[in-house]
């Protein structure tokens, strides 16, 4: 019984941990690992170094 509850405080504190460093609504400023291709512009994707 003492491995159940520490299997479920473990995987309390991979939420915890997830849910501040990445979290469900934060926005990143990291691009797509294959970018989508342009639809209908014809312009580059992301910002141009």
Do not use: Q, R
């Amino acid at each position: 019984m003492d491995h159940l509850k520490e299997l479920i405080l473990f995987f309390i504190v991979l939420w915890f941990v997830w849910y501040l460093l990445v979290g469900p609504n934060k926005d990143s400023n990291k691009p797509f690992l294959n970018p989508p291709a342009p639809i209908s512009t014809g312009g580059a994707y992301g910002p141009t170094n």
